[in-house]
């Protein structure tokens, strides 16, 4: 199947007073239809500002962004209408996504007033549809005269979703949708978010800090850091087998609830050391100065991506090193 | 169990707003023995840190009103308190670690003047450092936490630090003068995943090395379950749930605790559940009975109509639910 976004040696970078910033290096994957891929990394591994770059929300530094084949890495002034009705974001604050001073109703209404060309002035048609979306995420239809304080953060965040799927689009990106929320509620979201995705045969691009639940939701995972895409795996052989020592020193750091999800870890690899800055990246591969497997080559020279099983990809000198 | 350390029993707490109060805390019974590593865990708005807050005497007063109940710290009701035995309290007795260390930093001062106000305001009471200057009582604060060059640190502005140094300066704040009983609210949450266990780590080293006892207060199972031995689970302002941390995690007994481990995303996969239904309940008017009973599968008609107490079903766990009653008898 034709992927419906394919993104190829993606690169942005920010210049600020103390230099350039990296925030984004050279990053590539791909999302069929109806998968979902996994986005991971710490705060500061630009995992938003590929999502942002995807949306448009800024102009990619380098690289390219095929939408269903066709070039998007432009800005988001120079997209067409029918390019931005197919490419949604649900934020991770909906608390600050939500216009305060606008009823759901309103806030569910101008997307489909934007985009749906044939009968955008019909109001009662438009007020079906609301009723439909406000139905699909589960919400009463009373809620379409409230306002989004009087709303839970759930809540609030299947508003955000349900103004994301009004257009009707093919695929979604979620950045962080629910880490602001508490696990009860985070369950719920995440069960209709693949209901959906199961009816329609969306494409999410899912960025995430949680490893634990891009476990369940995920087909693919990647892990980013520094701006570098540094493994990216199908999920299940991404937990069974994780490579890279940076995806084994996060999964190790994950705190669990059973007995059962401790034997998966790789060893309790001690986590140390901090997120670079972005401004002074260390020479060679990113990582090596929190590496406990480091090799001699690592601060020299950047690794390569590395396929080690069909669809595994890792960029560490440890394991292409040996199969060269 | 051993001697007490803190105490509270049966703290109700309710907020004044606009046309009634807000019954935050409903008769919440918490022990904290010496040296021991106890979990309050529950989710956002149940109350946790507003029992804390009641503890270090730190909760505003108004609008918090504390309506009933008792808080022992070794042995002394720190309710009744006058002002300058709560002031000893916290330079000896307590401290408390907040979620986000950058708003618990003055961005104004460098960490060393904030660590020294501290540690000459406790000075006067502590013998064991009275030969040591204020400059060397905050280096070894700062080594204590793990912070690499401590002298340079000294001169930094907290914005100069990333979020998980700024954490471990707040710990180093914490611990500068040793205590008894050290509240980490949340310490981790703000954090990546391998700070955060950083963190956790450090927390568990000196709670040893110092023979603290530790209160840590989360809303994550995961951490829970690595960092404590004994946990109490709450909901909407009571106690559900008091047992090891062993037990709790191979035996969740209350349905609250059931349906929220449930929630938790596994990494042995496994899919997702669909949540808990319903939503925490208002303030305002909080549910007759049992707060979890609307949103209860196994409710009945004794739920809807008195608190269920903690029932006894082995000798390290209590579930406050009527399904356990037999139990007791």
Known sequence: MNPVLEVKNLKKYFSTSKGVVRAVNDVSFSIAPGETLGLVGESGSGKSTVAYTVMGLYQPSGGHILFQGQDIAISHQKRKRVLKKELQIVFQDPGSSLNPRQTIEKILTLPLRLHTMDDNKNIKKIAEKVQNILSLVELPVEYMEKYPRSLGGGEKQMVAIARALATNPSLIVLDEPTSALDVSIQAKIIHKLIEIQQEKNLGYLFITHDLSLMRNIAHRVAIMYLGRIVEMAPAQQFFETPYHPYTRMLISSIPVVSSEEEKLKPGKIPSIGEIPSPVNLPPGCVFHPRCTNRLPICDKEEPKDFEIKTGHWVKCHLWSSNNN | ?329
């Not at chain 2, 060059?149 to 710990?171: F, H, T």
């Not at chain 2, 709790?248 to 059931?258: I, K, Q």
């Not at chain 2, 008609?301 to 079903?313: G, Q, S, V």
């Open chain 2, 1 to 329: 169990m051993s001697q007490l350390i803190l105490d509270i029993k049966n703290l109700t707490v309710h907020f004044r707003v606009y046309g009634g109060y807000l019954k935050v805390l409903n008769e919440v019974n918490l022990a904290v023995a010496r040296g021991e590593k106890v979990g309050l865990v529950g989710e956002t708005g149940c109350g946790k840190t507003t029992t804390m807050k009641s503890v270090m005497g730190i909760l505003p007063q108004p609008p918090g009103k504390i309506v009933q109940g008792k808080i022992f710290f070794q042995g002394k009701n720190t309710l009744i308190m006058k002002k300058s035995e709560i002031e000893k309290m916290r330079q000896t007795g307590i401290s408390m670690i907040f979620q986000d260390p950058t708003a618990a930093l003055n961005p104004v001062f460098t960490v060393g003047q904030q660590l020294y106000d501290v540690v000459r305001h406790s000075q006067s009471t502590d013998e064991s450092h009275s030969r040591l200057s204020t400059q060397e009582v905050s280096i070894r604060a700062l080594q204590d936490v793990s912070l690499p060059d401590p002298k340079r640190i000294l001169e930094n502005y907290p914005l100069q630090l990333s979020g998980g140094m700024r954490q471990r300066v707040c710990i180093a704040l914490a611990i500068a003068r040793s205590k008894q009983l050290l509240i980490a609210d949340e310490p981790g949450t703000s954090l990546d995943v391998t700070i955060q266990d950083q963190i956790l780590r450090l927390l568990n080293r000196i709670a040893v090395e110092k023979q603290m006892a530790i209160i840590l207060i989360s809303h994550s199972l995961g951490v829970i379950r690595e960092w404590t031995n004994r946990v109490y689970v709450m909901y909407a302002g009571s106690i559900v749930e008091e047992s090891t941390t062993e037990e709790l995690f191979s035996n969740p007994l209350h349905p609250y605790t059931r349906a929220l481990m449930d929630c938790v995303p596994r990494l042995t996969g496994g899919g997702t559940s669909e949540g808990i239904p319903g939503r925490i309940p208002d303030y305002f008017n909080p549910p007759s009975g049992c707060r979890f009973h609307p949103r209860c599968p196994q409710a009945f008609l004794l739920c809807y109509e008195k608190k269920p107490p903690l029932y006894r079903t082995n000798d390290v766990h209590q579930v406050a639910c009527y399904l356990y009653q037999e139990a007791n008898q």
